[in-house]
């Protein structure tokens, strides 16, 4: 049978790769400039992502580039909070926020948002009672350290086995919560506290983080690794390489690609699959 990912009112096949689309509703992200800041143009870029074929679409509200500052959560729940609840009404795909504060994972649940997607994976007390406390699927990310300072000479004796160890722990931990298991998923967080050789390691022992018997979500799309392997300064522009990433990723067992590009990476997935025997 199948594995699910249980996301809320929605059960998530992962017999096929997921395609998470990401929408950034902040002025500075990295990876858009702040293109859909304002609530016509994220409304009208969501619903641009589902009819490409995201089956999840994350919501974040604060940047979370190398060195970003904090906002206020009052911010990001007013940055947020509106555009879930008109996409959640109006889409037949779980809406997902992208938050580090559980008061802005509650507003977005009350929303309408069936999936927490916290890149400091789960360390506070308060998120972990928000997300016991609710159906949603949840995506624990590893971050070392936090946004501000995560890049300033992060170091491993082992990324693989440090990240996995992490992951697995923080599961382990939201299950003794009261989370079911087939609500979590996995991210070890590429680009957050790592080295371009970390990031490298971690992908190409993807399969030891896929054997710990979560779903794996994997987030590579247009980060500054691909900038780096294809002296690419420009975010926009790096969609061949995250395309390549992407493939490797699923065909190490992600379960989940997070990207920009949603129907450039559901198109390479059609072709990887065909050539796999799976179409």
């Known amino acids: 049978m199948a594995r699910t990912w249980r996301c809320g009112r929605f059960d998530l096949s992962l017999r096929t790769p997921c395609v998470m689309g990401v929408l950034n509703v902040t002025p500075d992200s990295f990876s858009d400039g702040g293109a859909f800041a304002d609530h016509a143009s994220a409304l009208a870029h969501g619903r641009g992502l589902a009819a490409a074929g995201a089956c999840i679409i994350d919501v974040g509200g604060e940047s979370t580039r190398p060195g970003s500052a904090e906002v206020s959560t009052a911010e990001e729940i007013r940055r947020t909070r509106d555009v879930v609840s008109v996409l959640a009404e109006e889409l037949g ?46 995506v624990v990310m590893h971050m070392q350290g936090e946004p501000r300072t995560m890049q300033t000479e992060p170091h ?10 992490y992951l697995l722990g923080q599961a382990r931990m939201l299950e003794s919560a009261g989370v079911a298991r087939e609500r979590i998923c996995l991210d070890p967080g590429i680009g957050f506290g790592k080295t371009l050789e970390h990031n490298l390691e971690l992908l190409r022992r993807l399969s030891d ?64 699959s065909a050539i796999e025997g799976e179409a």
């Open 209 to 272: 983080l896929a054997d710990l018997g979560y779903p794996l979500l994997i987030g590579v799309s247009r980060k500054s690794m691909i900038g780096a392997l294809t002296d690419e300064p420009d975010p926009r522009k790096r969609l061949e390489g995250s395309l390549a990433a992407a493939l490797w990723a699923v065909s190490a067992g992600a379960d989940v690609v997070r990207v920009h590009d949603v129907r450039e990476t559901l198109r390479a997935l059609k072709v990887w």
């Open 93 to 138: 795909v779980p809406i997902s926020i992208d938050t580090r504060h559980p008061e802005v994972a509650l507003a977005a649940l009350g929303a309408g948002a069936s999936v927490i997607n916290d890149v400091s994976g789960f360390r506070d007390p308060a998120m972990v009672h928000v997300a016991a406390s609710s159906d949603a699927g949840l």
């Open 156 to 165: 491993y004796e082992d990324v693989v086995a440090e990240v996995g160890e």
